[in-house]
Structures are given as C-alpha cells and as structure tokens.
C-alpha cells in the first residue's frame, strides 16, 4: 500500500516533532551551530511564531507522522513585498522523495497569493542539497544578507521574485 503523504498548516501539537525534525536535520548535515535554528527558542514554538500576520507554515506528514515543514515569515527590515521562506526541514526518511519541493512550492504559492513579490532566504554550505533545490525553482544567489533574521550563521543569501 502507498504512503498517505498530507501537506497541511501547522497546529500547535506539531511543535514538539517539528523541532526534532529541525534540530536532526541541522546534527545530520553538521550545520547545529551558533547562529542558525538550532539554537532558537522559537524552534520550539513554531505554531506560536507562525501565528503572525503575513506568516504562514505547512507541515508533511507520511502516515500521520510529520517529516517536516517550510514556511513564509515576513522577517523585520526585508524590503517592501518580500518574505523569507523559513524553516524548510524534512526528515532523513523524506528526503530524496519531491516532498521537499512540494512544500517548497507550496509556501511560495501562499505566499504568492497573499501579495508578496519577492521570496527571500538564508541558507549555508552545509546544506548544498536544498541550496541546489533552491537554484532549481529559480532562485539565484545576492551578495548580502536582507532584513533582520538573526541568523548569523548563514551565509548564503538567495532571492526569487514571484
């Protein structure tokens, strides 16, 4: 029998796995470092921090279990229109499997939808695989990093207009 694969919005009973998923991913690839999400307290609130205008967080799950997310975050300081896309995280298990761009185009759609222009994000050496994802969907590098994450620990810096 074929997985029952579910995107859906995040609820707040999904934090506690979602931070897992986010903080083994980051030990996986040997990017749990200063700096990054790992280190967040919001990554264990991310129903609460998706509660803000403007943002937005989809979650997967494979046969109810939930593999990961990707969200839209309207980060202080970006430049009129834009969002960050945030938090793109799946498990070892989900990997390799589309899922990954699915959400991916589902948080661009949404955000796309509700008046953004412009998608921004961050990423880093460690994680050349969504990097390579990203360039795919039509992302392309800039030279410096945009509005105020507080992620001091990226430094690959990426735009997609919509």
Known sequence: MDPVITIRPIEQRDNAALAKVIRTALEEFGANKPGTVYFDASTDALYEVFRTLGAYYFVATINDELVGGCGIFPTENLPTGTCELVKLYLN???????????L???SMQWAKE???TQVYLESMPELSKAV?????????????????SGHCGCDIWMTKQL
């Open 92 to 102: 070892a298990s989900a990997r390799g499997t589309g899922l990954g761009k699915k």
């Open 104 to 106: 991916l185009e589902k």
């Open 114 to 116: 509700n008046g953004y």
């Open 132 to 148: 390579s994802i990203y360039e795919n969907v039509g992302f392309t590098r800039i030279n410096q990093p945009l509005g105020n």
